[in-house]
């Protein structure tokens, strides 16, 4: 049986300009994959969003 994952990625420069990669990994099958992905997409949001 193969599982397939939901990979979900984003690329975020610091203050100093140095790249930061984050990503999720997650089965579509889980019961609170809509919930995860959203606070995922939301937080990403917020980091890049910030304040100069």
Do not use: C
Not at 12 to 20: A, H, Q, S
Not at 35 to 40: C, D, E, L, M, R
Not at 42 to 48: E, H, N, P, Q
């Amino acid at each position: 049986m193969v599982t397939l994952n939901t990979l979900m990625t984003a690329e975020l420069p610091d203050e100093y300009g140095i790249w930061n990669y984050v990503a999720l990994i997650l089965r579509p099958d889980h019961p609170q994959f809509v919930s995860i992905a959203q606070q995922f997409s939301d937080t990403i949001a917020l980091f890049r969003d910030k304040p100069e």
